[in-house]
């Protein structure tokens, strides 16, 4: 089976083609190789939202926020990263300029991860509500200035309409099933066959949904994975298949996916869903993840 070396991806724009292990944590490439010291870290488990960047997976599926601090270097092959240094192009950006007109930060340590949020929000959502403004600062915690003139900052600019992003270019469909970067084998198996001749040639490798929670141990270094199945470019998982009476989600799609797929239709089950986490780990959470993964803090479950 054809295999690729370095991972390849787009980073605030500019193609990427990068040896290192592919169990290394997106924030700690950022900020250690990459010098691009935006992208703060806070608690290192998927909590404060300080490392919050914007992810797009496939070419017409925009950009999402999730949790540097706890994805993976392998997880963003073939995907459009953009982070708080990109966000800005030649003046800054205008939730930037609202934030700091409006009094929005005071040390400043979350204001990056705090726009990042905001900036998914406005690129996908056309005056958004206070409401979808809470959900998506749910995952980020201020520590000085408070919510409330955050909140009025992003009030200010929905106004406006649409934020736009730069143009995504992402797709996972020309990757190699494995990918052999630097003492790490991280294999993406595109069909469930696939899927099921890694996992009896590796028993012992790590399967890995969305890393919200495995993810935990790699950002504090308690944990290596020299051998990952990734079940992320599975097809058959990622599906979403509505019946006349059913809607059935594969194991891969994320806890995210279903909140906008099932929209009003269960408002209670929607409710009961955007209590999980926050819209980043949302983002990266898989519900055959959640399951599989067997936490006792596990939501779905
Ligand atoms: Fe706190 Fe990543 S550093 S969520
Ligand atoms: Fe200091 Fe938010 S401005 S933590």
Not at 133 to 152: F, Q, S
Request: net charge negative; proline share 4%; with cysteine.
């Amino acid at each position: 089976m054809a295999s690729q070396n370095n991972i390849n991806f787009t980073l605030n724009g500019i193609a990427q083609n990068v040896g290192c292990r592919a169990d290394t944590t997106v924030l700690e490439w950022l900020r250690t190789d990459k010098r691009l010291t935006g992208t703060k870290e806070g608690c290192a488990e998927g909590d404060c939202g300080a490392c919050t960047i914007l992810l797009s997976k496939q070419e017409d599926s925009g950009f999402s926020a999730v949790n540097s601090c706890i994805l993976s270097m392998g997880q963003i092959a073939g995907c459009d990263v953009l982070t708080v240094e990109g966000l800005k192009s030649e003046t800054y950006h205008p939730l930037q300029v609202a934030m700091a007109e409006n009094g929005s930060s005071q040390c400043g340590f979350c204001t990056p991860g705090i726009v990042m949020s905001l900036a998914g929000l406005l690129a996908a959502t056309s005056d958004p509500s206070e409401e979808q403004i809470h959900d998506a600062l749910a995952g980020n915690l201020c520590r000085c200035t408070g919510y409330k003139p955050i909140v009025e900052a992003a009030l200010k600019i929905t106004k406006g309409g649409l934020v736009a992003l730069p143009k995504t270019t992402s797709s996972m469909a020309g990757l190699d099933e494995v990918l052999d970067s630097h003492g790490t084998q991280f294999y993406r198996p595109k069909t469930l066959s696939h899927l099921f001749e890694r996992r009896a040639a590796n028993p012992s490798a790590i399967l890995l949904g969305g890393g919200t929670d495995l993810g935990v141990a790699l950002a504090e270094h308690e944990s290596e994975w020299p051998e990952v199945i990734w079940t992320g470019a599975v097809q058959e998982l990622r599906q979403v298949t509505e019946s006349k009476d059913n809607w059935t989600f594969g194991a891969a799609v994320t806890w995210q996916e279903m909140l906008t797929k099932i929209g009003d239709a269960y408002p209670s089950l929607s409710t009961l869903i955007r209590r999980f986490g926050s819209t980043q780990i949302r983002n990266m959470g898989t519900i055959g993840g959640n399951i599989g993964t067997a936490s006792p803090i596990g939501d779905g479950p």
